[in-house]
């Protein structure tokens, strides 16, 4: 081979670059690409398998209970059954209490308006006395002596209050009121304290008949005397002097028929009577309303209330 073949062989070399040396880099390097790929697609790659081979698995312990003796779900019972009749009790109890705390409270709302109605009796038997004075004052002036001007002011003096003025009474019953809402006498659990209170309020219907009896009496005085006699304008308070002074000369009384000037006395005298049996009918309710109120203070224990 002569020196022009020996360069031209040469160069030929270097522009194939060996195409076999070439082809197996190439293949190194994507085989290399692709563990780089592998590893940090799967970043657990690394992981030791001998580690992963001894890793335990833990279970859970399996509990084996003995079933329990007789005794002791007889016990657990025997406790259940206690509790459920204590709570039981408690609340019984606790009604109890309750019930007998309201009883109480209404007993002193008894006696409170049992005082009342003694207080307003005291006040009521004034009036009545007065009414009755004022009836007794005009009485004994005689009807034939009426056309005497001086006799007949002094009845028209007497005359005038027991026509303009009652004296009735009303008894405070609120609380009886409230018993009978509540369910009767239920609230009381004093066999002895409910029949007392019951026939004390049994009083009441006799008080009202004869109440009623009186203001019926008092009516027909007032609508027979204005046919008689000429009726002023009367005062709106009881003690005014106009009820206490006898009118000087003044002639009022516009007929003088006897028959029917006695008839009006009549009137007055059943009008005094009946206020006379009234005013006696509440001195028993007042004796009555006094001895419940003792009765009922000695049962509750409250006498310094």
Known sequence: ????????????????????????????????????????????????????????????PQLHHKPKPWKEYLLEGLMIFVAVTMGFFAESLR??????????????????????????????????????????????IASTEIKNINKQDTFLCHFYYFFGWVGTFSPNDNTLVQLRNAGGFSMIHKQAVADSIIAFASYYAILKV???????????????????????????????????????????FTNYD????????????????QIGLYKNILGRYKEKAKRLIIFLQKEYHLENE
């Open 1 to 60: 081979m002569n020196e022009e073949e020996h360069i031209e062989e040469s160069q030929g070399d270097r522009k194939t670059g060996n195409p076999v040396e070439s082809s197996t880099v190439h293949r190194q390097s994507s085989t290399e690409v692709a563990s780089t790929e592998t590893q940090i697609l799967n970043p657990t790659s690394d992981i030791n398998t001998s580690e992963i081979e001894t890793m335990e698995v833990h279970h859970h």
């Open 95 to 140: 009604e109890n209490i309750t019930a007998k705390e309201k009883e109480r409270v209404y007993m002193k709302s008894m006696i409170q308006n049992l005082k009342d109605d003694t207080a307003q009796i005291n006040r009521t038997f004034l009036k009545q006395n007065l009414l009755m004075a004022k009836m007794d004052s005009a009485l004994k």
């Open 210 to 252: 004869n109440s009623d009896e009186y203001m019926s009496n008092f009516k027909s005085v007032e609508e027979f005397a204005v046919n008689l006699i000429k009726i002023p304008i009367l005062p709106p308070a009881s003690a005014d002097p106009f009820y206490h002074t006898v009118p000087n000369r003044v002639e009022l």
């Open 258 to 273: 006897q028959p029917l000037i006695e008839k009006l006395y009549s009137l007055i005298r059943i009008e005094r009577g």
